[in-house]
């Protein structure tokens, strides 16, 4: 990691700090991870778009996971164009330096999941 870039500041319980914990506590919400794969793929993405590539969200979570990930500094909003009104989300470095996270996540589940046959056979 480069020594420039600012760090971000998050809250861990406990009297010492634990980068587990922050890190699960920035990315760690059920579609947050998907969105920055999403992202990290197919480069910026008006909200449409994105919303087709998150498959099975609905437009208020994604537009609260997308403020969510905005405030935590890992996704930026950019107005694109004002009439018709646009905007475009892209992640920011911080966002960017999770691709190696977000790509072992992806592999580990190819490896040792399977898609889901019924309701009940669901481990969620």
């Not at 420039?4 to 980068?19: F, H, Q, T």
């Not at 699960?24 to 794969?37: D, E, F, N, Y």
């Not at 996270?101 to 190819?110: L, P």
């Amino acid at each position: 990691m480069e020594e420039s870039r600012p760090r971000l500041e998050v809250w861990c319980a406990g009297k010492e700090w634990c980068p587990i914990t922050s890190t699960a506590t920035l990315i760690g919400k059920k579609w947050h991870p998907v969105i920055v794969h999403r992202l990290l793929k197919n480069g910026p993405l008006g909200f449409n778009a994105l919303k087709e590539e998150v498959d099975g969200i609905s437009s208020k979570v994604l537009s609260d996971s997308l403020e969510d990930l905005e405030d935590k500094r890992l996704v930026d909003r950019a107005i694109v164009s004002e009439k018709p009104f646009r905007v475009e989300y892209s992640l920011t470095d911080h966002g960017e330096s999770l691709r190696p996270i977000i790509t072992e996540m992806r592999d580990w589940g190819q490896e040792y999941l399977k898609p889901v046959e019924n309701e009940e056979s669901s481990i969620g």
